[in-house]
Antibody, heavy 116, light 112 residues
Framework: EVQLVESGGGLVQPGGSLRLSCAASGFIFSSYWMTWVRQAPGKGLECVANIKPDGSEKYYVDSVKGRFTISRDNAKNSLSLQMNSLRDEDTAVYYC?????????WGQGTLVTVSS | DVVMTQSPLSLSVTLGQAASISCRSS???????????LNWYQQRPGHSPRRLLYKVSNRDSGVPDRFSGSGSGSDFTLKISRVEAEDVGVYYCMQRSSWPITFGQGTRLEIK
């Protein structure tokens, strides 16, 4: 059974940093693109970043370029999102997703709240 | 970026009646490999999104056949043939034919 479990969310002040993690199991992690998607409270879905299976290509939405870094450790079946210079508008639930013909599996999400 | 526009944004349907959601993209989502990467997702209250349909019309495992998808190019439709109480939630279309992956604004389905 495919499982994606996010962790690392919490309350952080504007300008602060946070690192999200996603533990993957139930599939060959190193064979799939992985993507972070976020959802601000009461709002829609926004794709934030994704990464190629071998980690050699990474893509970011404009609003997080230069502030967020996606990475993966295929030996540990783990995906990460390092978030720096956080802003109020980054407040959201962050989902770890697998790309299998679109985003086929989603984690339960982890809430990031940016507030002073 | 490819803009995905859904209509209506909210839908109130009587149990057992049909429902239809439209999704239009600002440009064709036909990919160079010949596939159209247009998916539909359901998000029930308090839950993560769940994929219902991929590549326009292919149902995911466990998705009732009440759900169907159609369309091509930049015009797509999700249909629910007979709405049930468990269908309440928000529905999103999504394209992954170009980066960034983009979603429609969501359509909220409620029972009348």
């Amino acid at each position: 059974e495919v499982q994606l479990v996010e962790s690392g969310g919490g309350l952080v002040q504007p300008g602060g940093s946070l690192r999200l993690s996603c533990a993957a199991s139930g599939f060959i992690f190193s064979s799939y693109w992985m993507t972070w998607v976020r959802q601000a409270p009461g709002k829609g879905l926004e794709c934030v970043a994704n990464i190629k299976p071998d980690g050699s290509e990474k893509y970011y939405v404009d609003s997080v370029k230069g502030r967020f870094t996606i990475s993966r450790d295929n030996a540990k079946n783990s995906l990460s999102l390092q978030m720096n210079s956080l802003r109020d508008e980054d407040t959201a639930v962050y989902y770890c997703t697998r790309e299998g013909g679109g985003l086929d599996y989603w984690g339960q999400g982890t809430l990031v709240t940016v507030s002073s | 970026d490819v803009v995905m526009t859904q209509s209506p944004l909210s839908l109130s349907v009587t149990l057992g009646q049909a429902a239809s959601i439209s999704c239009r993209s600002s440009q064709s989502v036909l990919y160079s490999d010949g596939n159209t990467y247009l998916n539909w997702y359901q998000q029930r209250p308090g839950h993560s999104p769940r994929r219902l349909l991929y590549k326009v019309s292919n149902r995911d495992s466990g998705v009732p056949d009440r759900f169907s998808g159609s369309g091509s190019g930049s015009d797509f439709t999700l249909k629910i043939s007979r709405v049930e109480a468990e269908d309440v939630g928000v529905y999103y279309c999504m394209q992954r034919s170009s980066w960034p992956i983009t979603f429609g604004q969501g359509t909220r389905l409620e029972i009348k």
